[in-house]
């Protein structure tokens, strides 16, 4: 008899994760509360996988030998409670479809950065020459590329919540660049909980594999200290030397020291300018020494990789003002670095679902480069009442086309107005991408 595979939530990863089990001979049926998009049904027909819309049949799921479910589901739902209490396994997508790949894997997160570092990563691999694959947190699902198509190796952006729903699988080359407080509202919040979560990216390694991260983070360096990691470990700082193996900086030159030989780039060359984006390129570079591509062409792909969208994405200079889109930036950390990196006087466009913010980490770097706030979401209050003493001029609004008035109106010449909202979006809009193309289309009819 077959075993039966249930998947609950029909987005990418969920799809991806259905065609993989069909092709593997699995009994199939994907199950989604909200509704499927025509897309991913048109998918599910293509490969006669059984999926409902609107509901979860609970005595369909429960029947099921283990479960695939959506990060964007949390553990605490009384569904998955059941389905785990009558000892079914449930898993990620990604723990899934590392079952049957060989790939070589690099595997990045961390509470900011992961992104860009993921992506520039890829970029390496592929003017490498490597047969490379995207996946995870970005690009297409990593079951529906292992099904169809499946890469000598994966650079694979993973979440928190992917984390926890992976068991056996393994990272060749495991990225940690930083941990801030983020998600607490799907960990009790308890910043530990969170903090145990993205140390999963290390479990399972050998001392064959490869463990980097960021050694001027506090909490990454604390947690180390307590835990044992089998795998080689490379830290990556722009504050001290490092003396193993590893990046660090020296004056304005970067310096990678893995094998042989030194890597060395100056800052200025790099496609990314900003400290966050050293730490970035460091991790990037790092992973790619690992897997031995010549310094050469690690230099190049540094130097003219095109940053992703909605990540401090430039969209226009209209009278003398710089309009920026840093959209994905759902996290008060993201927003920190964004302000940092920005030299003009700004006009900040925040708000949105509060995810447990605490705002006090910018209050210096607000007070130092922001001349006005404005509030875009449905319940302004919380960043209202942060930054109420800090400045005049703070404005309420619910539409990005007023937001993006206000802030016109509020500009001078050489101000930057940068939508950075520190928030999920859905209180407005169904995800940070429709929220920074609301952006762009408002800047674009000013």
Known sequence: MKKKIVILGAGESGVGAAVLAMKKGFGVFISDFGKIKEKYK????????????????????????????????????????????????????????GRYTSAKKICITGSNGKTTTTLLTHHILKKAGLNAGLAGNVGQSFAMQVAEKDFEYYVLEISSFQLDGMFDFKADIAVLMNITPDHLDRYADDFQNYIDSKFRIAQ??????????????????????????????????????????????????????????????????????????????????????????????????????????????????????????DSKATNVNSTWYALESIHNPVIWIAGGIDKGNDYSILNDVVKEKVKALICLGKDNKKLFNAFEDVMEDIIETTSMEDAVKYASFLASKDDTVLLSPSCASFDLFENFEERGNEFKKAVSNL
């Open 204 to 325: 399972n390694q050998s001392e064959n594999d490869a463990f980097v991260y960021c050694a001027d983070d506090p909490v990454v360096l604390k947690e180390i200290q307590k835990r044992e990691i089998k795998s080689g470990l490379y830290p990556f700082s722009i504050k001290r030397k490092i003396s193993g193996e590893g990046a660090f900086l020296q004056g304005n030159e970067m310096l990678i020291n893995i094998k042989p030989n030194f890597l060395k780039m100056t800052i200025e060359n790099l496609a990314l300018q900003g400290k966050h984006n050293i730490y970035n390129s460091m991790a990037a570079g790092i992973a790619s020494r690992i897997l031995n591509i010549r310094k050469d062409i690690i230099k190049e792909s540094l130097s003219d990789f095109q940053n992703v969208e909605h990540r401090l994405e430039f969209v226009a200079c209209i009278h003398g003002v710089d309009f920026i889109n």
């Open 42 to 97: 048109n998918v599910l027909s293509q490969f006669e996988i059984k999926y409902e819309e609107g509901k979860h049949t609970e005595s369909l799921i429960l029947k099921a030998d283990e479960v695939v479910k959506s990060p964007g589901i949390p553990d605490e739902t009384e569904l998955v409670r059941k389905v785990k209490k009558t000892g079914i396994k449930v898993i990620s997508e990604i723990e899934f479809a």
